[in-house]
């Protein structure tokens, strides 16, 4: 017996900065979780993802990350997409440069 589908985004790098980034719905590349769409039928996110990784020229390592929505708000489920989306772990770079 197979999982139930879980909600997901469509997540990638980059390919000239390598920030993390998501895929809206519109089909563009945004670097804010928040403003990601959340995919909650399988077909769907399959399709996304299909699409994602035909644009190699814009990210890679494109793949489905599991959220969940929660109060309006877009959580990771999973401790690896909550750091990826936090940012470098280095406070000078990237995202995390503005919490200096």
Do not use: C
């Amino acid at each position: 017996m197979s999982k139930p589908f879980t909600p997901k985004v469509v997540t990638a790098n980059a390919l000239l900065e390598g920030d993390v980034v998501y895929l809206d719905q519109k089909s563009e590349w945004v670097r804010d979780l928040q403003d990601a769409e959340v995919v909650t039928d399988e077909a769907s996110a399959e399709l996304k993802l299909l699409e994602a990784e035909a644009r190699g020229h814009e990210a890679v390592g494109v793949y489905l990350a599991d959220v969940a929505v929660e109060d309006g708000m877009i959580k990771t489920t999973h401790f690896r997409e909550a750091f990826r989306a936090k940012g470098p772990s280095n406070y000078r770079h990237g995202k995390q440069a503005e919490l200096t």
